[in-house]
């Protein structure tokens, strides 16, 4: 089994923070940034196709609630079974940083902040 550590290749394009992931630290899979099979989020093509490192990069929305690739019922239903919060991570990337987020993440031992 993996440890949590600090990491920013660990932070997900949604904000998200992987290595705090349940299916991460039990080896079964390796995080957003490095998951081939993840081709189906849009929001990781989004970004990738934009050469950022997370939505928290964004200039077409200055609020992540106002993209529809962001924001929608697939999120909803997601945040509510997985009880995450992706819109205070972006929000707390863009207050840390990708750093001070996976390290502040790494210390809560959480892929995400409660909802």
Request: net charge positive; glycine share 8%; charged share 25%.
């Amino acid at each position: 089994m993996r440890s949590v550590v600090a990491s920013v290749d660990m932070v997900a394009y949604c904000g998200l923070y992987c290595g705090g992931c349940g299916a991460y630290l039990k080896e079964k899979c390796n995080g957003c940034q490095k998951n081939a099979k993840a081709a189906w989020c849009k929001i990781r093509s989004c970004c990738m196709g934009k050469g950022i490192a997370s939505c928290a990069e964004c200039n077409e929305f200055a609020d992540p609630k106002a993209c529809k690739k962001f924001n929608n019922i697939m999120s909803k239903v997601f945040a509510l079974l997985f009880k995450s919060n992706r819109p205070a991570c972006v929000a707390q990337i863009k207050e840390l940083g990708l750093e001070g987020h996976a390290k502040k993440m790494a210390e809560l031992k959480k892929h995400s902040l409660k909802p």
